[in-house]
């Protein structure tokens, strides 16, 4: 089972990926293009055109994971890249609402408490 920490970071490709792309063709990408480390065991998300496909790359032990998502109807929701944004971070948390087809910027969860002894 895939377990992502609450150290791993989520970054989204803001715009549009061709979604040919495989596992060197995205590791490209993340270090030209994003300026990060594939093997840094974090979480790169890549989006089509359509909004309707999504390509998850990350690093675990010893081997690149790589997911994909397809979406028979509905639409994903995705930054577009305007304003020179590359990428937008997410939490693990809010990767699981994306990835549920929610919309990440109109959806707020409990921000989590930390229990302080006195």
């Known amino acids: ?21 495989a596992i060197d063709g995205l590791s490209v990408l993340v270090q030209d293009v994003l300026s990060e480390d594939p093997l840094s ?26 997911c994909y998502r397809r979406l028979e109807r509905e639409r994903f929701w995705w930054p577009d890249g305007g304003d020179d944004t590359l990428t937008v971070e997410l939490s693990v948390r809010e990767l699981g609402w994306l990835l ?16 302080v002894l006195y």
């Open 1 to 21: 089972m895939i377990h992502l920490g609450a150290h791993t970071r989520v970054f989204l490709a803001a715009g549009a990926t061709d979604m040919r792309k």
């Open 41 to 66: 065991s974090h979480v790169f998300v890549f989006c089509n055109r359509a909004k309707d496909k999504l390509k998850l790359l990350f690093w675990h032990n010893n081997g690149f994971w790589l």
């Open 100 to 115: 549920e087809g929610l919309d990440v910027t109109r959806v707020q969860g409990h921000k989590q408490q930390k229990y």
